[in-house]
C-alpha cells in the first residue's frame, strides 16, 4: 500500500525498532527516564531555550504552551489558517477560556505587518486581555521567512506579547531556509516540534520554553493528561529520527518537486489556481475525466490520497522511494490514457 494522504503514516525502520527495544528507561513521572532527559536535553541545547519538555502530541504540546501564556479571560491571537486555530478543538477556549482572535495572513502564510497591532485589544474591560501570538513554520507546506518572523516579532513585543510558534514541521523549514533552528525560533518564546510528522517517529512531540514558564508547563501536561511511564521507548525513536532522518527531508522536497513537475499536465486550472508545491507537499487539483474517478482508480492499485475538494494533498516522507513515486506517476497517467 502507498499512502501520500500524509507524512505522519510512517512507519518505523527496524534501525528504529531496534533504538526502541534498546531503550533505556525509567518513570519519567518521577522526572527518571534517562532516554527522555537526554532528549529533552539535546532539544533545549539545540534550539537555544533553557527548558524541553516530551509531549505525546502537538497538540498536547500546542495547548500546554498556550495555557502557560494565558490565563483565563485573556486572548491569543493567530493566523486565521494556523492548525492552533483550525484543528486543535479550540482547546485553549473549551479548557483553559482563553479567547481565540484571528487575524488573515499573506500569501506565503505569514501575519501581514501591522495586523498584530490592529488585533491587540485597549485596556477595556468590555474586552478579553491580549497576551500570546501564536506563528506556525512551515504552514500547509509554506517557510515562512525569516524576516517576516523577525518582523512579526518586533510588533508583537512592542505590544507586550509572549510568541508561541508550532513548529511541528520546522525540520522542513529548516531545511528549505538553510539555515540553523536557532535563527528562526529565537524568535519565539516557546516553540513546539513534532517527531511524528517528516521525522518518522511513530509518536512524540517536544516543547520548548524558558525557564520562568517550566512549572506552569508541566502542570498544564498534567491537566491534559500528564506525563506517560515508561516512555522512553517512544523517546529513543525520537532520538534516532533526529540523528538519522532531519538530513534526509531534502529528499522528501526533491521528490516533492519531481512529483510536481509530473502532475501539471494534469492539474485543473479553470479555478485559477496553479498546482502548487512547498517542501514535501504538493496541492493538485485533478482534471475531471467522465465516469471516472481518480481516488477509487488509484485505491484499487494500492494507493491512498486524500479526497480532492477540489485539491488534494499529496505528502512526501520517509517512505516514499524513487520507485513508489514514479509507480504512481505511471499509475496516475494510466488513468488519463496516457
Do not use: W
Request: hydrophobic content about 35%.
Amino acid at each position: 500500500m502507498i499512502d501520500l494522504r500524509s507524512d505522519t503514516v510512517t512507519k518505523p525502520s527496524k534501525e528504529m525498532l531496534q533504538a526502541m527495544y534498546d531503550a533505556e528507561v525509567g518513570d519519567d513521572v518521577y522526572g527518571e527516564d534517562p532516554t527522555i532527559n537526554k532528549l529533552e536535553k539535546e532539544f533545549s541545547e539545540l534550539l537555544g531555550k533553557d527548558r524541553a519538555v516530551f509531549m505525546t502530541s502537538g497538540t498536547q504540546s500546542n495547548l500546554s504552551a498556550i495555557l502557560s501564556h494565558c490565563g483565563r479571560g485573556e486572548e491569543m491571537i493567530v493566523g486565521n489558517v494556523y492548525h492552533t486555530a483550525l484543528d486543535e478543538a479550540a482547546g485553549a477556549s473549551v479548557l483553559g477560556g482563553v479567547a481565540i482572535s484571528t487575524i488573515e495572513v499573506e500569501d506565503c502564510l505569514s501575519i501581514k505587518q501591522g495586523s498584530i497591532k490592529n488585533a491587540v485589544k485597549p485596556d477595556d474591560p468590555h474586552y478579553p486581555i491580549s497576551k500570546l501570538l501564536c506563528l506556525e513554520n512551515t504552514s500547509q507546506g509554506r517557510v515562512i521567512p525569516i524576516e517576516n518572523l523577525k518582523r512579526n516579532h518586533a510588533e508583537a513585543k512592542e505590544m507586550d506579547l509572549s510568541i508561541h510558534l508550532d513548529g511541528a514541521r520546522l525540520f522542513n523549514a529548516i531545511e528549505d531556509l538553510k539555515c540553523e533552528p536557532n535563527d528562526v525560533v529565537k524568535y519565539a518564546d516557546s516553540v513546539s516540534i513534532c517527531f511524528s510528522k517528516g521525522l518518522g517517529a511513530p509518536a512524540g512531540s517536544i516543547l520548548c520554553f524558558p525557564e520562568s514558564m517550566e512549572h506552569k508547563v508541566r502542570r498544564q501536561r498534567k491537566i491534559l493528561g500528564g506525563a506517560l511511564r515508561q516512555v522512553g521507548v517512544l523517546g529513543a525513536a525520537c532520538l534516532y529520527a533526529v540523528k538519522n532522518n532531519i538530513k534526509r527531508l531534502k529528499e522528501d522536497h526533491e521528490r516533492a518537486s519531481f512529483l510536481a513537475n509530473a502532475l501539471n499536465p494534469y492539474h485543473c486550472k479553470k479555478n485559477g489556481k496553479d498546482l502548487q508545491n512547498f517542501t514535501n507537499m504538493v496541492f493538485f487539483e485533478p482534471i475531471e475525466k467522465k465516469g471516472s474517478d481518480l481516488l477509487s482508480f488509484l485505491k484499487n492499485r494500492g494507493i491512498i490520497i486524500s479526497k480532492p475538494s477540489p485539491q488534494t494533498r499529496l505528502v512526501m516522507h520517509l517512505n516514499i522511494t524513487d520507485e513508489i513515486l514514479n509507480n504512481f506517476i505511471k499509475t496516475v497517467k494510466e488513468f488519463y490514457g496516457d
